[in-house]
């Protein structure tokens, strides 16, 4: 065979064979990704359950203003409270030993020009 050709043919199998190593080194990489996904799903599945037993287990039920049972106002189709009223000065969430959540004003993105215009604002804030 001309070593040329020869040449030519050895530098397209190399091109091919890292091309194909590069696309297993990238599946390799998704599916550890995935698998990685699956364990927080399994790991947030079962802190639900979890936080569900616990709200469960500190539920309270008060009865209703009229001066039924609970169980009577449900058994009619009223709400009635679940949760028990919490000392003054505490939060809900204070009271049940949760994470209080951030305000959600933090997490929603305001329109294009009032968002320019808050950036802007920051901007000046720190330059003063």
């Given at each position: ?44 599945r079962h802190r639900l359950i979890d936080l569900e037993a616990y709200l469960i287990g500190h539920r309270v ?32 969430a204070e009271v049940i030993g949760l994470p209080a959540c951030k305000p959600l004003g933090e997490f929603v ?20």
């Amino acid at each position: 065979m001309n070593p040329t050709v020869k040449a030519v043919l050895l530098n397209e199998r190399a091109a091919v064979l890292s091309a194909i190593a590069a696309r297993q080194g990238t599946v390799s990489d998704l599916l550890v990704q995935i698998n990685g996904v699956e364990n927080d799903i399994w790991r947030l599945r079962h802190r639900l359950i979890d936080l569900e037993a616990y709200l469960i287990g500190h539920r309270v039920d008060l009865p209703s203003a009229d001066g039924g049972s609970a169980g009577t106002a449900e058994a009619a189709g009223t709400l009635t409270r679940c949760d028990p009223v919490p000392p003054a000065g505490m939060r809900p969430a204070e009271v049940i030993g949760l994470p209080a959540c951030k305000p959600l004003g933090e997490f929603v993105r305001t329109k294009g020009g009032a968002r320019k215009a808050q950036a802007a604002a920051g901007r000046l804030a720190e330059t003063a």
